[in-house]
C-alpha cells in the first residue's frame, strides 16, 4: 500500500529547513498526498523570541514561506520563488508550545501560483494565517533543484 504521509527531504544550508545550518529552524515537513497539503510542526525555543517568551514575526515568516513554497512544489512540481508573502498575526504564538503550519495551493495561473497557510495550536485555534505568491524560475536554474528531487515526483 502506498504511503499518504511522504517526509519531505531538508535542503542543504536553508534556514527553514537545512540540517547544516547551525542556526536554522530544521523544520520536518510533511506532504500528505491525499488532502494536497504540506505540514510541519514544531516548538520554538527561547532563542527565536521577539519579546519575551513570544515568537518572533520574522521566524513566523519564515516557518510560513517554508509550508508554502513546499505545497507549490509538491502540488505543482514547479521550482519557484517566493514573490509576495502577506502574513495576518492573530494571536502571539508562545515559545516553548506546539503548534503546526499546514499549507496548500489555492490558485494556479501559468507560472504565477497562489498558496495559503495558517499556523494552529493542538485545539486547531488559528494563530496566523499566511498568503504567497510564488512565480516559477526559469528551466536551466531549476534543473539542479529538480535532479536532487526527481523522486518525489511520483508522490
Given at each position: 500500500m502506498?504511503e499518504?504521509?511522504l517526509?519531505?527531504p531538508h535542503?542543504?544550508t536553508?534556514f527553514?529547513c537545512?540540517?547544516?545550518n547551525?542556526?536554522g529552524?530544521?523544520?520536518?515537513r510533511?506532504?500528505d498526498?491525499?488532502?494536497?497539503k ?6 520554538l525555543?527561547?532563542f ?5 517568551n513570544i515568537a ?5 515568516a519564515?516557518?510560513?514561506?517554508e509550508?508554502?513554497?513546499?505545497s507549490?512544489f ?5 521550482v519557484?520563488v517566493t514573490?509576495?508573502?502577506d ?7 508562545i515559545?516553548?508550545?506546539n503548534?503546526?503550519a ?8 501559468g ?6 497557510a495558517e ?5 486547531a ?6 498568503q504567497g505568491?510564488?512565480v516559477?524560475?526559469?528551466e536551466?536554474e531549476?534543473?539542479?533543484f ?7 515526483f511520483?508522490k
Amino acid at each position: 500500500m502506498e504511503e499518504r504521509i511522504l517526509k519531505l527531504p531538508h535542503y542543504k544550508t536553508c534556514f527553514g529547513c537545512g540540517l547544516e545550518n547551525p542556526i536554522g529552524l530544521k523544520l520536518e515537513r510533511y506532504w500528505d498526498k491525499n488532502e494536497k497539503k504540506v505540514f510541519a510542526n514544531f516548538k520554538l525555543d527561547r532563542f527565536y523570541n521577539g519579546f519575551e517568551n513570544i515568537a518572533h514575526g520574522g521566524i513566523l515568516a519564515v516557518i510560513a514561506d517554508e509550508v508554502l513554497w513546499w505545497s507549490v512544489f509538491m502540488t505543482t512540481k514547479k521550482v519557484t520563488v517566493t514573490y509576495k508573502l502577506d502574513l495576518t498575526f492573530l494571536k502571539p504564538i508562545i515559545v516553548g508550545e506546539n503548534y503546526a503550519a499546514v499549507a496548500r495551493v489555492s490558485d494556479e495561473k501559468g507560472k504565477r501560483i497562489m498558496a495559503e497557510a495558517e499556523i494552529v495550536d493542538n485545539n486547531a485555534t488559528t494563530y496566523l494565517k499566511a498568503q504567497g505568491l510564488f512565480v516559477e524560475i526559469k528551466e536551466k536554474e531549476s534543473q539542479k533543484f529538480l535532479k536532487d528531487y526527481e523522486y518525489l515526483f511520483n508522490k
